[in-house]
Every structure is written in C-alpha cells, then in structure tokens.
C-alpha cells in the first residue's frame, strides 16, 4: 500500500516548526551554546518554511518572465501575475481600478510614489513625527513637508491632523502615515484618518511595512470614505525575506508623466526620438523584476491568510500582554509608548525601553552575549520620534549632530527594541527578563568596550570564527 505524506495543516500551534532556522544555537561569552531568540521581528523575520519549499520547488520551473516564449517562461510569467492576484486578495483592491507594483521594498516603494506624485509649487505633503525615515525623507525630496504632532506617549494627534490640512486647506498633495510604528507599536486607525483626509480632499498613504505582518489590512473600495489610495510593504517583514516590496494605489495615479525610473519593460515602443510608454504596471517596473522574490512574497501572504490574520493578532497581543506585565518585575526597565499591558488593541508587539543608567548599546550586546537573544538598539531610522520619545532637548540634539559629524557616536541617544513575531513565546520572554533582571542589577559576566565610531558595545576577547557557523 502506498502511503502519501501529507503536510501538516498550517497553526500557530505548530508554527514553530515551520520556521527556517528555529533550532540554530548560538555561542554565549563563556561558549556554551543555546537556542537563538529573535526579537528582532520588526527588522526583518525568518523565513517561513513553506515559502522556502514554494521557492525551491518553483526555481525548477524559473525562468525569464514577460518575454520569453518557452514553457518555463509561460509558468514563470504566469506566476509573477497570478501574485499580483494574491496581493490584491490580501489587501482587497480590484485590479481592474488599482495597480500592483513590484519593487526591492518599502522604501522603494515610497520613494516611487514620492517621485510619480504630481504637485503644483506650493503643495506640501501631510506626515507625521512617529515616521520611519523612509516615509519621510522621501517626500521631503519633493516639496515642503509637515508632520503632524504626537502626544507624549508618541501616537498622532488627530486634533494636529485637523489643525493642518485647515492650515494648508487647498494645498495638501497627501497625508502619509504609518499603519503602525516601528519603535513604538502603536497602530493607527487609518481608515479614520482616510475619512478625515478624504473630507478635505486629500489622499492617504499608507506605509504598511509594520502594518501588514501583524493585522489584517483592507484598502477597502474607492467610494468607501474610509479607504485607502496608496499602500506599501515588503516581504522581508512578513516572512519572505527574498528582497521584493509592493506599491498599491489607483491606476490612474501612475498614468500621466514619465516613471522614475525608465529602461527594459517600460515601454510600449520607442523611436530614437521619442517614447511611448507602457501601461500601469509594466510602465513604474524596468528592468527584469525579481519574480523569485515576489513568488515569495505571494506565499508568504497565502500562509498568512491560512493562519488568519486575527489570530496573528490575537497571539502577538498575548505575548506583547505578558511581556509589559513581566517588565513591571524591572523597575529600572522605562518603556517609550504605551506600558499598559492590557492595552494592546491598538498595538503591536514592539517594546522599545530603557534600562536606567545604561546605554542602550551595551544592554543590547548584553542580551546577545548573555542570552542568545537577538534586539535591536538605536534610532530605528526615526530620529525625529526617538528625539520626542526621549525628550532630547534642542540643545543636546544640536550637540549631538556635532559628535556625530565629527564621527562620535558614543553618545547617541536611543533605546532597545524587542519586536515579536508570529512564531515567538512566553517561554522566550522568560528567558529575555532574566537576563535583563541581572542587567539591571549588573550582575552581568563579561567586560563590555564601547566603540569610539559605531556606539557599540562590543565584549572583550570575543573573537568567533563565523566560518564554524556559515561559509560561502
Ligand atoms: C514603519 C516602517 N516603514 C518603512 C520601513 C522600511 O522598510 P524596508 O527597509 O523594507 O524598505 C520600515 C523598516 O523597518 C519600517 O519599520
């Protein structure tokens, strides 16, 4: 009798097994060696091992998308558009009215609306001081950007949202907001925001780089109020870490002028003189596109939809709920944002803190030599929140550039960041308070150096040979 293997059904129960790498050890200051912990979600995520396998069996049929005529062409260009598909399914847009533009990620993604947006002289462009700099710097290429306030707890002030496009009413090209923060977790409710924006007849963008890995995301249809114009994310925040992002919005947003960038795929037919250029989304992609990517990304979003967003929600909300009831254990411990553990509707497990007396660079190599565990530190590309968060007068931030001008970096300010993902435990978050406890009481082992041009810590004699772990 022949026996079939089945895979087995895809839960959170049993997602741990479905994570590429779960298992690897890593080496401590003293040798030993535990299992990695990785809250380092927000950066980027491991890769799930279904994409992996969708991968490997697809690179068997990969070949030339769009104009190659072999059979393996025909599956390969087929697949790079049935993504498309996927995509749309997932953020509930109609192709028929929106585009779908594959690019590297996010950031390109924005720096392409950034540039393809027509302005007229005196428009500014709406966003807010909670940004990541790649929904910020972008715009600022453009034209005059204001960024709407926060509170002191670092979430919008609508009031300021109001203030400014009466301010500017008549003038504003676009609001552009984060779905949810980076540093802080919180979540915005955009679709509020939309009616709002929409009300003065202003469009939304939204940056759903941290936005889309954790909750579901509806653009919703065009005569909702509420809905969203323009949406951007990438793959390596949701599990499928082969370097593609996306760009949403309406067709007729990408129709008049010229792409930003122009080549190969982008045109309907040139003369040496003169060019007429493809339709949407041929038109915003030269080059070859980076179809094994995007594959990817369209798996990722198929296992997403199989677990169900709402119990991604439910799970990060449990973990983000006990991880702020176990920081109360560190009274040392000084969270930015909101430290309520059952208030985590509106946001996402992203803990970013303070341990006092310590700079964050050094907890951070801590955590890493002492605990296998794996944070971030720093500014989190979102210097003008950290700032606010942080409370860094004028007068220090002045200072501060200067030192880094001159290439000193001890004395950035900052904090670490503990971000989870569908796959991490309170088992994990056990392991992370224990060894914050004792750097709170410095009872940490090894001896830390700061370095003079980075800010980071590093630990005395550590000298791994990476080789042992992973050659090219
Ligand atoms: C809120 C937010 N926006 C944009 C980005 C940029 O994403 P990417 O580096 O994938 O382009 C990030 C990355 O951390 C982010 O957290």
């Keep these: 009798m022949e026996i079939m293997a089945t895979a087995p059904t895809l839960t959170l129960e049993n997602i741990r097994q479905m994570i590429v790498g779960i298992d690897k050890k890593v080496p401590l200051y003293d040798g030993r060696h535990v299992q990695y912990i990785n809250f380092d979600n927000a950066a980027s995520t491991p890769i799930l091992k279904p994409v992996l396998d969708k991968i490997n069996e697809f690179m068997g049929w990969y070949s030339s998308v769009h104009r190659g005529t072999g059979f393996k062409s025909q599956i390969s260009t087929l697949m790079h558009e049935k993504s498309r598909e996927i995509v749309a399914r997932f953020v509930n847009v109609d192709l028929e009215e929106h585009t779908i533009i594959f690019g590297k990620n996010a950031t390109e993604a924005i720096n392409k609306l950034a540039h393809r947006i027509l302005l007229q002289p005196d428009q500014v462009i709406l966003c807010s001081k909670m940004e990541h700099h790649s929904n910020d710097l972008p715009w600022r290429t453009r034209t005059r950007v204001v960024h709407v306030d926060i509170d002191d707890k670092g979430r919008l002030i609508e009031e300021d949202l109001i203030a400014n496009l009466e301010k500017y009413r008549g003038r504003v090209a676009l609001f552009a907001i984060t779905g949810a923060s980076n540093v802080t977790g919180w979540v915005n409710d955009v679709h509020r925001l939309a009616e709002i924006c929409h009300g003065y007849g202003v469009q939304i963008m939204v940056d759903a780089a941290q936005w889309v890995p954790h909750r579901k995301v509806d653009m919703r249809p065009q005569d909702d109020p509420g809905h969203i114009d323009f949406l951007a994310f990438s793959a390596h925040k949701i599990y499928a870490p082969l370097g593609a992002g996306v760009l949403i919005g309406d067709k007729s947003a990408f129709g008049q002028g010229e792409p930003d960038m122009v080549g190969g795929g982008t045109v309907h037919i040139v003369s040496l003189d003169h060019t007429y250029w493809a339709d949407v989304p041929e ?109 860094v007068s004028e007068e220090d931030a002045r200072l501060l550039e200067e030192n880094i001008l001159k290439r000193d970096r001890t004395t950035i300010p900052g904090a670490v960041r503990a971000s989870f993902g569908i796959y991490n435990t309170e088992e994990e978050i056990d392991v992370f308070i224990d060894v914050l406890k004792r750097i709170a009481r410095r009872e940490w082992k090894g001896e830390y150096q700061q370095d003079f041009h980075t800010g980071e810590y590093h630990l005395k004699g550590y000298n791994p040979d990476y080789g042992n772990y992973f050659r090219l």
């Design 283 to 391: 038109k915003e992609e030269a080059g070859s596109p980076n179809t094994v990517g995007i594959v990817a990304l369209a798996k990722a979003l198929l296992v997403m939809e199989e677990l169900g967003m709402d119990n991604i929600a439910a799970h990060e909300a449990h973990l983000t709920t006990y991880m702020l009831r176990r920081m109360k254990e560190i009274p040392q411990a000084s969270i930015y944002g909101g430290d309520d553990p059952y208030d985590v509707e509106n946001r996402m497990g992203v803990v970013s803190f303070n341990v006092e007396g310590l700079p964050h660079e050094l907890v951070a190599a801590i955590l890493n030599h002492e605990g296998g565990i794996g944070v971030r530190n720093g500014c989190f590309c979102a210097h003008p929140y950290i700032k606010c968060l942080l409370r």
